[in-house]
């Protein structure tokens, strides 16, 4: 049943236009073509990627956040109780005012002692702004060096300039060793990103980033095999072109380098509309969906590769409305710039409530303790 299904998926009626095959990319002639078992290559480079992404962010991007001033976050911890463990854990992180009530029945604490616990609870969960630091320095670093190394790769390509070139052949296209080295650099590295999701900060568009890393794995994967590669290449350097500077920007705002960061997020977000609203839509997508039309008949592969690229298109959609959001509050209001998928400022709520909390227990109390009144071991509490 496997040996049926894998002749069915890879019939040449889906994946070529009528009359060509996979006989016309069998090597010959010293001309060499890309073939899909070289994938597999991509699979040791992303595990590669996340050891040196491990030596990068402890002997590189710790001491580079030393040196700019971020420092590891310092937050009070939630005491041990087995009960709100227990309901943080299996139920919600946010209880509702009813299930407060509920828990202090339970647990014996105030109202406001059940809200403390929860808050610094969900405090803990949250990463820190050297961790955050240390996450954004990896990928730009990457990001820089792929755009550069994209950019020369193709700087001498005349599909960098006439988009019609990419199919002109197609699909007889001769693989570059170039071409080889920055799709499997490329699929690597998403492949790294989408094992270690898991342990990365956890965004609110964490949801569109898993389709993100998805599609662009399948995109790259399948313009390989149906050597649809010199497109490929060119919708790499796009993406590459304005990803360096957001994180950049991310950098020097943990850093709290205001003026840097809003500086680099506007020329960034420049950057990003004009490569990912204007030149990819309407002339990548243009030449990869109009133009094949004329020179062969649509086919299944044309649809699902079109299709690929119109999810990211949605995903490019998405992003620009919240970047053009951080933008107009900037240069209407100069107000700070932050990631508005970042749940930072409610932390820093939560931080700076706890600690007014802190200090009216010590002058009604006296000292605290984790939130809770500490009471002289001599004398016992007054009920």
């Known amino acids: 049943m496997l040996s049926e299904l894998r002749e069915w998926f890879w019939q040449e009626r889906l994946w070529f236009p009528e009359g060509l095959g996979w006989a016309d990319l069998e090597d010959r002639d010293g001309r060499v073509y890309a073939k899909a078992g070289d994938l597999w290559v991509a699979l040791p480079i992303a595990l590669i990627f996340l050891i040196i992404r491990q030596i990068f962010e402890r002997k590189v991007a710790t001491p580079l956040a030393s040196l700019l001033g971020v420092k590891e976050t310092v937050r ?90 990419m199919w002109q052949g197609f699909p007889v296209l001769t693989l570059l060793p170039s071409q080889y080295w920055y799709y499997m650099i490329e699929l690597g590295f998403y492949g790294s990103l989408l094992f270690s999701v898991a342990s990365d900060v956890k965004r609110k568009d964490f949801k569109e980033q898993i389709v993100h890393h998805v599609a662009t794995i399948l995109l790259i994967s399948f313009s390989w095999c149906v050597n649809y590669i010199r497109a490929g290449t060119l919708i790499m350097l796009v993406h590459d072109s304005s990803d360096y500077l957001l994180e950049s920007a991310k950098m020097f705002n943990y850093a709290g380098w205001r003026n840097a960061c809003n500086y680099i997020f506007i020329v960034f977000a420049a950057i990003f509309i004009i490569t990912r609203l204007v030149i990819f839509p309407f002339r990548i997508i243009y030449c990869t969906w109009v133009y094949p039309v004329t020179v062969y008949e649509p086919f299944f592969g044309y649809y699902f590769f079109n299709g690929l690229l119109m999810v990211l298109q949605c995903l490019h959609v998405f992003w620009a409305v919240l970047i053009v959001r951080i933008a107009v509050r900037f240069l209407t209001n100069n107000e700070k710039v932050d990631d508005a998928r970042s749940d930072k400022d409610e932390t820093d709520e939560s931080e700076e409530e706890e600690e007014v909390e802190v200090k009216k227990d010590m002058k009604k109390n006296g000292p605290v303790q984790n939130g809770y009144t500490v009471y002289n071991n001599n004398h016992s509490k007054t009920e």
Do not use: M
């Open 76 to 165: 009070l911890k939630a005491p041990h109780n087995p009960t709100l463990e227990s309901y943080y854990c299996n139920t919600t992180k946010n209880p509702t005012q009813t299930s407060i009530a509920s828990l202090c029945k339970q647990t014996g604490c105030s109202e406001r002692q059940v809200q403390r616990w929860f808050r610094r609870r969900r405090n803990q969960d949250r990463p820190s702004l050297l961790k955050k630091f240390r996450e954004a320095s990896w990928r730009f670093t990457f990001y820089l060096l792929a755009f550069i190394a994209g950019l020369a790769a193709l700087i001498d390509k005349p599909w960098l300039y006439d988009l019609q070139e």
